[in-house]
């Protein structure tokens, strides 16, 4: 099927990787809002426009799309964009990554080389499992979540929408991370993460609260 990546950033660049590695799906360009990539070349592909091409590209036989954006918050509402137009939202798996059959899985996923999926894992929707990141056996991974490279999560952690856990860090078993919650680099998580707070340290503890509101 012909692709498109939206988002022709470093992660843009970072999912055409895992894509052409899959050999799935056949990228045929990039859509970006930043005008000033708009005709450049970024892995060999064509920035092409913004979402406004939606429609002439689906007419051009286009079928799916995948968002490369790194903030949580906007890859969703980019995904809600691109589904309205009528795409399929398509993940990409690198083949080195490691997923249990009987882990669930939704859609415009990104994992990433060496990733780790262990049994009855649930990932949701928009989420990021990048480099190495570990997700251990009945993990539940909120929808726009970022693991970032190495992050580890034990058995049984519940990661909330929108959340981050930053490079490295680790979670202790069957803790709650909130939604649009921070978990800083290299931090260890041994108590459940409010939402909208960010935690750093080892224990890792809580350095400010945001307000959160949820995407529907």
């Given at each position: 099927?012909?692709?498109?990546?939206?988002?022709?950033?470093?992660?843009?660049?970072?999912?055409?990787?895992?894509?052409?590695?899959?050999?799935?799906?056949?990228?045929?360009?990039?859509?970006?809002?930043?005008?000033?990539?708009?005709?450049?070349?970024?892995?060999?592909?064509?920035?092409?426009?913004?979402?406004?091409?939606?429609?002439?590209?689906?007419?051009?036989?286009?079928?799916?799309?995948?968002?490369?954006?790194?903030?949580?918050?906007?890859?969703?509402?980019?995904?809600?964009?691109?589904?309205?137009?009528?795409?399929?939202?398509?993940?990409?798996?690198?083949?080195?990554?490691?997923?249990?059959?009987?882990?669930?899985?939704?859609?415009?996923?990104?994992?990433?080389?060496?990733?780790?999926?262990?049994?009855?894992?649930?990932?949701?929707?928009?989420?990021?499992?990048?480099?190495?990141?570990?997700?251990?056996?009945?993990?539940?991974?909120?929808?726009?979540?970022?693991?970032?490279?190495?992050?580890?999560?034990?058995?049984?952690?519940?990661?909330?929408?929108?959340?981050?856990?930053?490079?490295?860090?680790?979670?202790?078993?069957?803790?709650?991370?909130?939604?649009?919650?921070?978990?800083?680099?290299?931090?260890?998580?041994?108590?459940?993460v409010p939402p909208g707070a960010t935690v750093v340290g080892v224990?890792?503890?809580?350095?400010?609260?945001?307000?959160?509101?949820?995407?529907?």
């Amino acid at each position: 099927m012909d692709v498109i990546i939206a988002g022709a950033g470093g992660h843009g660049r970072v999912v055409l990787d895992i894509l052409r590695a899959a050999k799935k799906h056949n990228v045929v360009g990039f859509l970006d809002a930043n005008q000033d990539l708009h005709g450049q070349v970024v892995g060999g592909l064509n920035v092409l426009g913004n979402l406004n091409l939606l429609p002439k590209l689906k007419s051009n036989g286009v079928g799916g799309a995948i968002v490369a954006i790194g903030d949580n918050r906007v890859r969703l509402s980019y995904a809600r964009k691109l589904k309205a137009a009528g795409l399929k939202l398509i993940n990409a798996i690198h083949p080195s990554a490691i997923v249990s059959s009987t882990a669930t899985l939704g859609e415009n996923l990104v994992i990433a080389p060496g990733a780790i999926v262990c049994t009855e894992a649930k990932i949701g929707d928009s989420a990021i499992l990048n480099t190495a990141a570990a997700v251990d056996h009945e993990c539940e991974i909120g929808r726009a979540a970022h693991l970032a490279p190495g992050a580890r999560l034990a058995g049984r952690v519940r990661v909330g929408e929108g959340a981050f856990i930053g490079i490295g860090a680790s979670v202790l078993p069957c803790l709650k991370i909130g939604d649009h919650s921070i978990v800083g680099g290299g931090a260890l998580v041994r108590r459940d993460v409010p939402p909208g707070a960010t935690v750093v340290g080892v224990p890792a503890r809580v350095i400010k609260t945001a307000a959160v509101s949820i995407a529907v």
